[in-house]
């Protein structure tokens, strides 16, 4: 076999570069880049904004800053909900991007990308949109409040139709007043964002749709903004029929119901099982529904007359009878007072003298109505029997129909002995008022059994209401909690006020539903009953 002439110095040289590269490596370690500054960070975000607010697309040169890809996504994110630029994001397309190129493992370069010839001008539209649409949340508003507000605003605002690539974005509703059901979505979702109320993307791919999913009060709802924009009994007018519903709710007979949905880019679980708004009185409204001073006016379409209730409901009053008038169509209230065309004859109407200040005025209501003797057929059923049986009559105080349980239970003045139906371990939850063609006015109710668990709980119980009956709002708070919630309102048999527990146990004839606040063990102990100056009724209890 032949050997190759200077075998052995080959190797020889290739263990010398190797161990000259070892030597190299540890005598001269590689340099690590310094991670960019807070300061540079903070420059580079005020560049990207400036970008945006010139819809400038060229390429700019930011390796000055020192930032790595990661950087970039970060800061971009915080520019994207920062109040000081978010709007500005808000009128780009929804694909808007930041792209940037890398060098030597840092950004040299950014532009944006997807920028329209349109977006400055659609900024203009979008941010005074939005202005006027904060302009109308007021102090009073709850959370609760400014979700109706919101929905309803978005659905004034906007009309269903596909122009180009922005109706899928929030900027085609809020700066175009046009998009489809994506648009209706993240608009929302940056409103209730601003008002702190969290909100998420929810989509079907089975339906092509998507909707909000909203956190109110430790619960998950739904809402579909934008079927109550297109599916609406009366065209042009605002539907709530899809306003926070539970899941079972949202599985509607329509043949195009919601169905197999989940969050988009959102990571938690979403399930929505409260019954809170089931019979919510909201769901039957259809048209304009405005906020002034803690309540909310609309138009009951049955009776054709202005209504004043709470967010909650349960304090239903009627503020103009439209008995016998041409069709009532609210505008707006105010503080000046509620607009309103009879017709196309548009008028106002004040509250001094049509808006009871206080339960006391509530209270010369319910004597008025004895009097008057607006009178109910009654029809009970059992949990476990879905037949109704003819039980008596009821005195009501006015015709306002109604399946909202805390409605029909504060329409309720007078109730004849039940006992022959009702035993002491039951009690009645009313749950409906409805009237036949004929005008004759039904109150119907479901006997069920009472909670075991706390004695002193009279919801919807067949304790008579007189003329010395009174309404009060009912609050309660657990034990070391500082502050009481409200549950609801309720009915003292007396007006009397004090902290004996057991007296008010006793004065209280119709307590709010607490099935859905007590734990297993837990009962109410009421402490006091209280009257404010302005002669409202309010009864207080802690959770023991």
Not at 185 to 190: C, E, F, H
Request: aromatic letters at 10%; glycine letters at 8%.
């Amino acid at each position: 076999m032949k050997k190759h002439k200077g075998g052995s110095n080959i190797l020889g040289r290739a263990f010398a570069l190797v161990l000259t590269l070892i030597l190299t490596i540890s005598v001269f370690p590689p340099l690590h880049s310094e991670a960019a500054s807070d300061s540079a960070k903070e420059s580079f975000k005020q560049e990207v904004i400036k970008m945006l607010s010139t819809a400038d697309k060229t390429t700019h040169d930011v390796s000055k800053y020192n930032l790595s890809a990661s950087d970039i996504g970060n800061i971009f994110r915080l520019i994207k909900n920062s109040d000081e630029s978010k709007w500005r994001v808000a009128a780009y397309y929804s694909n808007l991007y930041l792209d940037y190129t890398v060098s030597d493992g840092k950004v040299s370069s950014v532009n944006l990308v997807n920028v329209d010839a349109d977006v400055l001008s659609r900024y203009s539209r979008l941010y005074e949109n939005v202005q006027k649409i904060k302009a109308g949340i007021e102090p009073k508003m709850d959370n609760l409040d400014k979700i109706i507000y919101l929905h309803d605003s978005i659905v004034e605002l906007a009309t269903y139709k596909y122009v180009a690539y922005q109706s899928y974005g929030a900027c085609g509703i809020l700066g175009d007043k046009t998009g489809v059901c994506a648009g209706y979505t993240k608009a929302l979702n940056l409103l209730l964002d601003d008002q702190a109320i969290l909100s998420v993307y929810m989509s079907s791919d089975a339906i092509d749709h998507g909707w909000n999913a909203i956190y109110l009060d430790g619960k998950w709802y739904h809402m579909d903004s934008t079927w109550d924009d297109t599916r609406s009994s009366k065209a042009g007018e605002t539907s709530h029929r899809f306003l926070l519903r539970n899941d079972n709710e949202f599985v509607t007979k329509d043949s195009n119901s919601h169905v197999s949905w989940k969050p988009y880019n959102y990571s938690g679980s979403i399930v929505s099982d409260s019954g809170r708004f089931t019979d919510w009185y909201v769901h039957d409204v259809v048209g304009k529904m405005a906020f002034e001073n803690g309540y909310w006016y609309y138009v009951d379409t049955n009776t054709n007359s202005i209504m004043e209730n709470t967010s909650e409901g349960g304090h239903a009053r009627v503020v103009l009878d439209g008995t016998g008038k041409s069709q009532i169509t609210l505008i707006d209230a105010t503080s000046n007072g509620i607009t309103y065309k009879e017709g196309s004859t548009q008028k106002t109407i004040g509250y001094v003298a049509e808006k009871p200040a206080d339960e006391v005025v509530t209270q010369l209501v319910v004597k008025d109505a004895v009097k008057a003797g607006i009178e109910a057929t009654i029809y009970l059923n059992r949990e476990t029997d879905a037949s109704y049986k003819q039980v008596g009559t009821a005195t009501l105080k006015d015709g306002t129909t109604s399946k909202n349980i805390s409605t029909v239970t504060g329409n309720i003045v007078k109730l004849p002995d039940l006992s022959k139906y009702v035993s002491e371990k039951e009690y009645v939850k009313w749950t409906a008022i409805t009237k036949s063609g004929s005008g004759r006015l039904f109150l119907k109710g479901t006997i069920c059994k009472a909670a075991e668990n706390n004695s002193t709980d009279k919801t919807d119980r067949t304790s008579a209401l007189t003329e010395e009956s009174v309404s009060a709002t009912f609050y309660v708070k657990r034990a070391g909690e500082s502050s009481y919630t409200s549950i609801g309102t309720g009915y003292l048999s007396k007006a009397e006020t004090g902290t004996n527990s057991e007296k008010i146990a006793a004065n209280i004839a119709i307590a709010p539903n607490t099935s859905s606040i007590l734990k297993e063990g837990e009962k109410i102990v009421w402490t006091k009953v209280s009257k404010s100056s302005s002669g409202k009724y309010s009864v207080k209890g802690e959770i023991k």
